[in-house]
């Protein structure tokens, strides 16, 4: 069974920095791009951030671009997102997706979901 787990979330001010773990199992780690998601109450999902498969290539929304950094580690199974210099408007729910390409539909694995807020 595919599972995806994130952690890290909690509440920090402006300026600050966080980093969310997303801790996979039931699938070979490597074999899929694992991507971050966020949504905001009362606004669409965006994607934030997608490490490609094989883990070789990393991708960012311009929203975010110069202040976040994904990696993994494979040998824990994990994929992370530094968080730097954090806004308000970073707030939201982070979700971290498993897929076969960045490009792909995102339809099948999701986590449950971290929360993020930043106070100003």
């Known amino acids: 069974e595919v599972q995806l787990v994130e952690s890290g979330g909690g509440l920090v001010q402006a300026g600050g920095s966080l980093r969310l773990s997303c801790a996979a199992s039931?699938?070979?780690?490597?074999?899929?791009?694992i991507g971050w998601f966020r949504q905001a109450p009362g606004k669409e999902r965006e994607g934030v951030s997608c490490?490609?498969?094989?883990?070789?290539?990393?991708y960012y929304a311009d929203s975010v671009a110069g202040r976040f950094t994904i990696s993994s580690d494979n040998a824990k199974n994990t994929v992370y997102l530094l968080m730097n210099s954090l806004k308000p408007e970073d707030t939201a729910a982070y979700y971290c997706?498993?897929?076969?390409?960045?490009?792909?539909?995102?339809?099948?694995?999701w986590g449950q979901g971290t929360q993020v807020t930043v106070s100003s």
């Open positions: 997706a498993a897929d076969l390409y960045c490009s792909g539909t995102w339809q099948d694995y």
């Open positions: 490490i490609s498969r094989g883990h070789g290539s990393t």
């Open positions: 039931g699938f070979t780690f490597d074999d899929y791009a």
